[in-house]
């Protein structure tokens, strides 16, 4: 009889807690809706938020793969630092390869 009083307890824990998250769900979807109003990007507000919770090394890691992947998509030869890199190579007798 006391497991079943002690499952009780733990499936009420269990419940109050999910009380509580749903609580504050609602909490910070009220912040961002704050935030939006104000004029700010929430999905950026929330990528900010997601990039805060990691170590620096990690972010620091996921933003040059990015930069990978953007330059062999020829993503970066739009942006002034990818054309200037695109002219040094050229210039250098580079091939165009490497930034294809």
Known sequence: MAKNNHLETIVQRIEKLEEEKAALAEDIKSVYSEAKSDGYDT???KQIIAMRKKDA??????????????EALGMLADLPLGRAAMRSANVNGGDDAEFE
Not at 59 to 68: G, I, M, S
């Open 43 to 45: 999905k950026i507000l």
């Open 57 to 70: 090394a990690k972010v620091a890691e996921e933003k040059a793969l990015l930069a990978t992947y953007m």
